[in-house]
DNA sequence: GTCATTCCGAAACGACGCTACGAAATACCG
DNA sequence: CGGTATTTCGTAGCGTCGTTTCGGAATGAC
């Protein structure tokens, strides 16, 4: 009896994808009435399909995680452990420097009203924990001792560190000097084991923790 | 002959202490309409003021950096340089978890609208000089080897990394894990001096750098 | 063609950043 | 002491953004 519906699943898979794109076009113009313009749709559509700004941003956060998490699957694995965690964090700086607003909405907050949980970041997690089996390759290797997953902690930790300043400009002024700093910064990691600095045990074993989540 | 005027620069500077407090309560709520209010003035008071809402952030965003750098000098200066290093990144970790909105306005971008320039991130310098002396004083003491100013870089980094994700709950979701992170972090660095891992050559020092700038 | 049913988007609402403009307040003068 | 010139102040309004309503459009059944 009615009429067909346009806000369909296709509709929603495309306007993620407009919204991407002006998204990429800068944190400032993001409004809903762009988003639509932009996909050729109208606002309450939009609400319809992702119940209001927030919804849209999160969905924006795991697609960027997948693509993240692809990129990072698709670092080859070598025999040298090390070598493996830095090119995994290559693939971050590069994934950053491709999107630059997505890898904001994902490792910063530009958007005061959209918080991910951490049950958000634990669904776009699969990027993390091929970082944990590479730095658990190191463990095994001798390369570095530790808890995995804290020392995946630290590494992202890093990795975001050095996207956030990059991205804000403050890591140096000219590309030469961001590299060589992404490349210093590397070096320093995993040179030996990490000792003990304060009360620095290991991280705590329960029956209920994810093997490799990055969570606890 | 005309009324005394009340756009002073005490009432300027009271309004900069509400704003804080007002930024203090939460991201979200620091419109100019509730500060007005907080500071028991008028909202084109603060646009003669400050010039536009950025103006007010910038200004916070200076008073931010001041408190960091009163509380960088404070940490004093020992023997060990390493020691002294470490302890100026836990007077950071303090800092953020004492004032978790003034450091997301220093280190994230939680107001789309301001984003800091590098000369503004010059003129709030201070606490970086102290720590590229630190750092300074461990390459001296053969702890670490590199430029200063490059290593430091690395090291505000991944001080910046962790803050971040400390405050997005993304570090551990307890205060243990969190520590634990921390110190694990920190005993990484410095552990030996860093070994080149691609085209890691020195920072070239030219004659208008800054010795101690963080820039370049 | 008519009706019942469902869907759609122009238009409206509150909140926000920002500003124009009339009212208020003062000092001087007649 | 009232009038006036001059400056300052804050109410009220504008445009924009996020969000929702509601009247009309589109469709299938008869």
Not at 39 to 56: C, H, Q, R, W
């Amino acid at each position: 009896m009615p009429r067909l519906k346009q806000r369909t699943p296709e509709l929603r898979a495309h306007v993620l994808v407009a919204a991407e794109a002006t998204l990429a076009r800068g944190v400032e113009g993001f409004t809903t009435k762009q988003i639509a313009t932009d996909a050729e749709t109208s606002v309450p559509a939009i609400y319809e399909m992702f119940g209001d700004k927030n919804g849209l941003l999160r969905e924006l956060f795991f697609v960027g995680f997948r693509k993240l998490a692809t990129a990072a699957a698709e670092v080859p694995t070598s025999d040298h452990p090390r070598a493996d965690v830095l090119a995994l964090a290559r693939a971050y700086r590069s994934f950053s420097l491709a999107h630059p607003s997505l890898s904001k909405l994902m490792f910063s907050q530009p958007f005061a009203s959209f918080a991910p949980t951490v049950d958000d970041l634990a669904a776009a997690d699969a990027s993390r924990r091929t970082l944990v089996k590479a730095v658990r390759r190191c463990i095994k290797a001798g390369v570095v001792h530790g808890d995995a997953v804290d020392v995946s902690h630290v590494f992202l930790a890093l990795v975001h560190g050095l996207i956030g300043q990059e991205a804000a400009g403050w890591l140096g002024e000219g590309k030469a000097s961001c590299d060589r700093r992404w490349d210093l910064a590397l070096s320093m990691f995993f040179v030996t084991g990490p000792r003990p600095v304060a009360s620095g045990g290991a991280r705590p074993r329960t029956k209920t923790s994810e093997p490799d989540s990055v969570h606890h």
